[in-house]
C-alpha cells in the first residue's frame, strides 16, 4: 500500500536586508514643467550672483596693477577744480602724470573734463594750467579737451583728439578703481588704453572706502557695458574744499569757490 503525501510548494525566499538596500529605489521623475522653469530661475540666479562678483574681482585686480607701456600720450582723467586750482584728487593725478612724462612714457599729456554751470574754469583747463606752470611740460606738449561731465563724454572727445594726431595709444591715470571701466571705454573709442592709478586720495583710504568704491565701479561697469551708460561720481571729498598757491588744502574763505564734481 503507497502512501501519498502531499509536500507543500516552496516559497520564494525574501531577500536578506542588504540585498533590499542595494536595490535601486525608483524615484518619480518630476514633471518637465516643474524641472524647466526651476532650471532656468537658477541659472538666472547664479548669472546674477556671478557677474557682479566677476566685475568686482576684475577692478580689484585692475586697481593693483601700474601699466606704463610706451604710449603716444598720457590721458588725465578731470576731477574737481576749484576757481582754477586743482583739488588734491586732481592734483594726485597731475602729479602722477608728470612722473609718467618724466620717465619718458609719452611725449604728450591730454587734460579732461569741462566745467559745471557756473564756473570759470574748466577740468582739463585747470590740469593743463598747473601741468604748464608747477610741472614745467611745455605748452605745445599738453592738450587739453574741455568736454564732458562724465568719463564716457570725455573720453568720445578724447578720442576725436586722437584721431587729429593720429595716434593710437595712451596711458589713463585715474583712480585704482576707476581703471578698467576708463579702459574699456577708451578701447571702445579705438585707443589702445592701459591704465597707471594714482595711490593717494579718498578712495584709497580705508578698506571700508575701497570696498565702497569697488562695488560702485562694478554698477558704473555693468552699466556701461550695457546699457551704453556712464555714470556721475559724487564729489570724492563731500565738503567743498579750496587749494591755496601752495597746496595746502583749506577750508573755503568764499561762497564764489567754483568746484565740479570728482569722477
Do not use: C
Amino acid at each position: 500500500m503507497t502512501l501519498e503525501v502531499e509536500l507543500p510548494e516552496p516559497q520564494p525566499e525574501e531577500p536578506a536586508a542588504e540585498e533590499r538596500e542595494d536595490r535601486p529605489r525608483e524615484r518619480r521623475r518630476r514633471p518637465l514643467w516643474f524641472t524647466i522653469p526651476v532650471s532656468v530661475l537658477l541659472g538666472l540666479l547664479a548669472i546674477a550672483v556671478l557677474t557682479p562678483l566677476t566685475v568686482g574681482a576684475r577692478i580689484w585686480y585692475q586697481a593693483r596693477q601700474d601699466e606704463r607701456p610706451r604710449s603716444d600720450a598720457i590721458i588725465v582723467l578731470g576731477a574737481a577744480q576749484y576757481n582754477g586750482a586743482p583739488s588734491p584728487t586732481l592734483k594726485w593725478r597731475l602729479q602722477h602724470a608728470l612722473e609718467l612724462y618724466r620717465d619718458g612714457v609719452a611725449p604728450a599729456i591730454v587734460t579732461v573734463g569741462g566745467k559745471a554751470s557756473g564756473d570759470n574754469y574748466t577740468e582739463a583747463g585747470t590740469g593743463r594750467a598747473w601741468l604748464i606752470e608747477k610741472g614745467g611740460v611745455p605748452a605745445s606738449k599738453v592738450f587739453a579737451v574741455p568736454v564732458g561731465r562724465d568719463t564716457l563724454e570725455s573720453l568720445k572727445a578724447v578720442g576725436t583728439e586722437f584721431d587729429r594726431h593720429h595716434w593710437k595709444s595712451a596711458v589713463i591715470v585715474t583712480d585704482p578703481w576707476h581703471g578698467l571701466r576708463s579702459k574699456k571705454m577708451a578701447g571702445d573709442q579705438g585707443i589702445e588704453a592701459a591704465a597707471s592709478p594714482t595711490r593717494s586720495g579718498p578712495s584709497v583710504q580705508t578698506r571700508d572706502t575701497q570696498f565702497n568704491y569697488i562695488a560702485r565701479e562694478t554698477g558704473g561697469y555693468l552699466s556701461y557695458v550695457l546699457l551704453g551708460r556712464s555714470v556721475q561720481v559724487p564729489d570724492e571729498t563731500i565738503k567743498r574744499i579750496r587749494i591755496d598757491p601752495s597746496g595746502t588744502p583749506s577750508s573755503p574763505s568764499s561762497p564764489s569757490a567754483s568746484a565740479s564734481p570728482s569722477r
